[in-house]
């Protein structure tokens, strides 16, 4: 994609990643529109992109991506050049208890974009246009759970084993298909584990933050032992705009940050910067670690082979996770607000009655 292009949708740009993919493209690239898309679930939220709200090449669209008729009438008002789609039910968890939701909003909502970027850049094209693209934006947990040893690679087979998995699968699949059916201008990335500011705190990292500061138990599932691999969120949002401009079509990049984790390893540093920070004495906030229920179908272990996108796009993360924790432990503690209306639901509360949905 050349500089020319203008109009970009970002879809589900309220969430954790998309807020930070909308506020590197609105600062990097001013000659672009940047539309943020966003239903603004319990998991999307506007003061996310304060910062950022007033640019004038900034817009957002309080939207569904499961009404078809919406996002057709959507695509056709803006003719948009581009589309980077992260909009999604993102929880593992809430995929067990309702597994619908996830069903509706990333299969039904990732064909409903398929189906109205085809009409567009069907359009386009007979117009002599050619540089649309749709980049989807997926997860390393739809290649299923590792062992001890191996990474997952672009041509690791599918495997997906929870609900959200499975429908990120189902997407992925859809998108391959429109790219193999009609040539439709597709771009994957498949991601590890992000952690950075603005993450929800319904998952690990912020969850165990919030419940630290409280003086809170700290659920860890089974015996802690699962392996994740972070990524600082940054460093996902700078793979996304190079994979975004010089990704080729058709094509898949792993994301990841060649940093593994046990879970209770990641806790047990996690509470050693938070007792630092919190002047507490050593120990104090491991006390409140408690082993829970496991999670059912609990992934073993997730580890991305990276290379292909670090070979070919030139991207490498940018962070030590040392590094990386103590700044997003640093964000939430100055962040309290943020913080405290996210799980009281109170900017939810909020943006529902500033933004009707179209
Ligand atoms: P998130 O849950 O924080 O954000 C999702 C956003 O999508 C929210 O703003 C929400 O309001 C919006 N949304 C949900 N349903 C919608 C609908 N029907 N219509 C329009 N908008 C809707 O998720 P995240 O963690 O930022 O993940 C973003 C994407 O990246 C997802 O596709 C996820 O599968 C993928 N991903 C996430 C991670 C991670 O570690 N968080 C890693 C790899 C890939
Ligand atoms: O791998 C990428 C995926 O990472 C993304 O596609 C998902 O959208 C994202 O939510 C994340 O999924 P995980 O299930 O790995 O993330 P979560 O933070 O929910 O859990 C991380 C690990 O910590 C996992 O092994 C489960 C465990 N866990 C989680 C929670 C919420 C606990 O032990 N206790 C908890 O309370």
Same mark, same amino acid.
């Given at each position: ?52 709200? +007033?640019?004038?090449? *900034?817009? /957002?669209?309080?939207?569904? $991506?499961?009404? !078809? %008729?919406?996002?057709? @009438? ?119 584990? +992000?952690?950075?500011? *603005?993450? /929800?705190?319904?998952?690990? $990292?912020?969850? !165990? %933050?919030?419940?630290? @500061? ?145």
């Amino acid at each position: 994609m050349n500089k020319a292009q203008k109009k970009v949708l970002v879809t589900g740009g309220a969430g954790f990643i998309g807020s930070h993919v909308v506020r590197r493209m609105v600062n990097k690239y001013p000659e672009y529109q940047i539309i943020n898309l966003d239903k603004l679930t319990y998991a999307g939220n506007l003061s996310n992109l304060k910062d950022i709200e +007033n640019k004038a090449n *900034y817009t /957002f669209v309080r939207g569904d $991506i499961t009404d !078809a %008729i919406f996002i057709d @009438k959507l695509f056709e008002e803006y003719l948009f050049d581009g589309v980077i789609h992260l909009a999604a039910e993102s929880h593992v968890d809430r995929s067990i208890s309702n597994p619908l939701e996830f069903v509706q909003t990333n299969v039904l909502g990732t064909v409903n974009l398929l189906n109205a970027a085809r009409k567009l850049w069907k359009f386009q094209s007979e117009q002599g246009k050619t540089n649309f693209r749709f980049y989807h934006i997926s997860t390393d947990e739809v290649y299923g759970s590792l062992g001890a040893e191996g990474l997952f690679t672009e041509d690791t087979p599918y495997d997906p084993h929870s609900p959200y998995s499975a429908s990120k699968a189902s997407s992925d699949h859809f998108v391959r298909a429109y790219y193999d059916t009609y040539k439709l201008p597709t771009i994957i990335s498949n991601c590890s584990n +992000n952690y950075g500011s *603005y993450h /929800f705190p319904e998952k690990l $990292i912020p969850l !165990a %933050i919030n419940n630290i @500061k409280n003086m809170k138990p700290i659920p860890v599932y089974g015996k802690g032992e699962n392996v994740r691999d972070w990524l600082f969120v940054e460093d996902h949002a700078a793979a996304i705009d190079l994979i975004f401009h010089q990704g080729k079509i058709g094509d898949t990049y792993n994301i990841g940050g060649n940093n593994e984790w046990k879970n209770i390893e990641l806790i047990h540093l996690l509470c050693k910067i938070m007792d630092n920070k919190l002047h507490r004495t050593e120990g104090t906030s491991a006390s409140l670690i408690t082993f829970v229920k496991d999670r059912a179908g609990h992934d073993l272990r997730y580890a991305i082979d990276s290379s292909k996108l670090q070979k070919e796009l030139n991207w490498k993360p940018s962070l030590q996770f040392e590094e990386g924790l103590e700044k997003t432990v640093t964000w939430y503690l100055d962040n309290e607000e943020w913080l405290n209306n996210v799980t009281s639901g109170a900017y939810m509360e909020y943006y529902n009655e500033q933004y009707v949905r179209r």
